[in-house]
């Protein structure tokens, strides 16, 4: 029995549903292969882990630090003395602009913190990115953070004190009260909190 001849009005949709098939086809493939770029370029399981962290201060007594990793970054704590606090008043305004509206809310305050006697930094320092060790609390330089490479100084509050280079104050990690000695790093508490 001979095969039915397409009637020529069957012609165009056939060619256009191929032309759909085809397309279809052509996309799929190109999904399967962009999808291991687009899954390489998502962060990985380490870094989704640092982006948030919790941060214990019990036991950081006044006068104290304590150093842990976010984001790969050293951030900083500072439990300010009561004395330390009344140096940082003493000491006023910093000689530069203060970054106080670009910081995260609620920790846009003069002392840069959620709490008076509590401050977060990342230690690093914002001339040139060295690593800043714990500030001194003894001594001439008491209440000074000091870059180990070029010599800028930051109060306890992580604003640059008019030696060295630097010229901005330390960036504040966004971090939000867990409960009275724990805190989140990585997130703030929402707008409506
Ligand atoms: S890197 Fe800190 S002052 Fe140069």
């Known amino acids: 029995m001979p095969h039915p001849i397409p009637q020529p009005d069957q012609a165009p949709a056939r060619r256009r549903f191929l032309a759909r098939l085809t397309a279809a086809t052509a996309a799929l493939g190109a999904a399967a292969g962009a999808w291991p770029l687009l899954a390489s370029l998502a962060p990985a399981a380490d870094t989704l882990a640092q982006d948030e962290t919790v941060l214990d201060?019990?036991?950081?007594?006044?006068?104290?630090?304590?150093?842990?990793?976010?984001?790969?970054?050293?951030?900083?704590?500072?439990?300010?003395s009561p004395a330390e606090l009344e140096a940082l008043r003493k000491l006023g305004p910093a000689p530069f602009e203060t970054d106080t509206e670009a910081l995260p809310?609620?920790?846009?305050?003069?002392?840069?913190?959620?709490?008076?006697?509590?401050?977060?930094?990342?230690?690093m320092c914002t001339y040139d990115s060295a690593s800043l060790p714990p500030p001194e609390r003894q001594g001439e330089r008491a209440g000074r953070f000091r870059c180990p490479w070029c010599g800028s100084h930051y109060d306890l509050a992580g604003r640059p004190r008019g030696y060295g280079p630097a010229r901005l104050a330390l960036h504040v990690p966004p971090y939000l009260a867990l409960r009275e000695n724990r805190l989140l790093v990585g997130r703030t508490a929402p707008a409506s909190a």
């Open 57 to 80: 201060l019990a036991g950081l007594p006044p006068g104290g630090s304590l150093l842990i990793t976010w984001r790969h970054r050293p951030v900083m704590a500072i439990h300010r």
């Open 105 to 123: 809310w609620p920790i846009r305050t003069s002392h840069r913190g959620l709490r008076a006697d509590l401050a977060v930094f990342t230690a």
